[in-house]
Structures are given as structure tokens and as C-alpha cells.
T-cell receptor, first 115, second 111 residues
Framework: EAQVTQNPRYLITVTGKKLTVTCSQNMNHEYMSWYRQDPGLGLRQIYYSMNVEVTDKGDVPEGYKVSRKEKRNFPLILESPSPNQTSLYFC??????????????FGPGTRLTVT | SQQGEEDPQALSIQEGENATMNCSYK?????LQWYRQNSGRGLVHLILIRSNEREKHSGRLRVTLDTSKKSSSLLITASRAADTASYFCATDAEGAQKLVFGQGTRLTINP
């Protein structure tokens, strides 16, 4: 089954404790992206990757890191989480190339609370 | 930054009625997409319409695109309780892969 998986689904942590949210897709997609969703602000892109070893900042990259060492995986790293990073996080993937964005497949989401 | 903005923010209708949601954006696009999100879950792609298309259908969904007005509409016909969800439009910029999402329309179908 074609899917994007994220782990963990729920996480409560404390300020400053490094964490990683994993994302994996099995569709051989080149493009992968992380979003955060907050009430009243919609979905905002954090980082994206056009292919292996190619990553770039989205609209709200501060406080986050990513890596793309393998095509299927795109982990999101919070080196020193703060309460303003409490949010619902989504990973998404799609094919790339050609003109315009393709249909994106979303993971189930990770609800992060930083106290 | 370029952004799709949905209107209305919330819509409540009776089961069986049609639901129409609108999206406006700011700059030229390659395509516009609509997604659905059930509460707290991942977004699900509904339909993609290219900038050279004016209308597209998929089951009970009908999407229109007016590039001169930089707007799109999503029509759901014969609504069902299961259509209760948030609906987002997403646009790309010409030559880009990045999607920018609007804030969504919260649709409630009353039985």
C-alpha cells in the first residue's frame, strides 16, 4: 500500500530536549516536505527536499533541521524544542519534475507538545 | 507570499444540499489543487486543475478555475455526512514544486 508514515504520532517533551520525528514514504517520490499546522495559521512549510542530499528552507524553518540521506526518509529534527513549536506536524511526498507541483501524499501527522 | 485564501471560513448545510467553497490566490500558477482533511488527520488529495483548464469533475466534485480572476471554486453535490471536513486549496508558483496552502473552509453537513 502506497503510504507516508510518521513516528511518533504523539509526543510530549520538555524544552531543550532534542527530538527527531521520522518520515518515510514507499512511493519512490523525489519531493518530500514538512509542514506544521496551527489554528488560524493553516499549513506552513518548514523544509522541503527535491531529492537525496537536496534540501531547502520553507516559510518557517527556524528551530528545525532536516536531512535527506535516502530517498525514502526525511526526518525532522528539533535540536532544542521550545513551547512555540507545539503544533501538529505533517510530512508529505510527491513526484517532481515537469511543470508545477504534483499531488502530495500526506502522513497521518505528529502532535507535538513542548512544555 | 503567494497564498490561496478560502471563502467562507466555515459552512454548515443540510445533507443532500450542494456545498460551494471558493479560493483566491495572488500570482500566476501552474496548477491548483484541492485537499480534504478530517479532524486532526492528514490531508487527502481531491483534485488537481491545471492553469489551462477551466473545469474538472471527479465524482460529486466539480472544480472551476478562472485564471483571469485568480480564483477557483469547489462544488460538492448531494452532500453526505461523511463530507464533513476541512477543505484546502493549494497553489504552486510558475516553475516551482512548492505548494502553498490556504487556511481552509470548515464544512459541516447536518443529517
Amino acid at each position: 500500500e502506497a503510504q507516508v508514515t510518521q513516528n511518533p504520532r504523539y509526543l510530549i517533551t520538555v524544552t531543550g530536549k532534542k527530538l527527531t520525528v521520522t518520515c518515510s514514504q514507499n512511493m519512490n517520490h523525489e519531493y518530500m516536505s514538512w509542514y506544521r499546522q496551527d489554528p488560524g495559521l493553516g499549513l506552513r512549510q518548514i523544509y522541503y527536499s527535491m531529492n537525496v542530499e537536496v534540501t531547502d528552507k520553507g516559510d518557517v524553518p527556524e528551530g528545525y533541521k532536516v536531512s535527506r540521506k535516502e530517498k525514502r526518509n526525511f526526518p525532522l529534527i528539533l535540536e532544542s524544542p521550545s513551547p512555540n513549536q507545539t503544533s501538529l506536524y505533517f510530512c508529505a511526498s510527491s513526484f517532481s519534475g515537469g511543470q508545477g507541483a504534483y499531488e502530495q501524499y500526506f502522513g497521518p501527522g505528529t502532535r507535538l507538545t513542548v512544555t | 507570499s503567494q497564498q490561496g485564501e478560502e471563502d467562507p471560513q466555515a459552512l454548515s448545510i443540510q445533507e443532500g444540499e450542494n456545498a460551494t467553497m471558493n479560493c483566491s490566490y495572488k500570482t500566476s500558477i501552474n496548477n491548483l489543487q484541492w485537499y480534504r482533511q478530517n479532524s486532526g488527520r492528514g490531508l487527502v488529495h481531491l483534485i488537481l486543475i491545471r492553469s489551462n483548464e477551466r473545469e474538472k469533475h471527479s465524482g460529486r466534485l466539480r472544480v472551476t478555475l478562472d485564471t483571469s480572476k485568480k480564483s477557483s471554486s469547489l462544488l460538492i453535490t448531494a452532500s453526505r455526512a461523511a463530507d464533513t471536513a476541512s477543505y484546502f486549496c493549494a497553489t504552486d508558483a510558475e516553475g516551482a514544486q512548492k505548494l502553498v496552502f490556504g487556511q481552509g473552509t470548515r464544512l459541516t453537513i447536518n443529517p
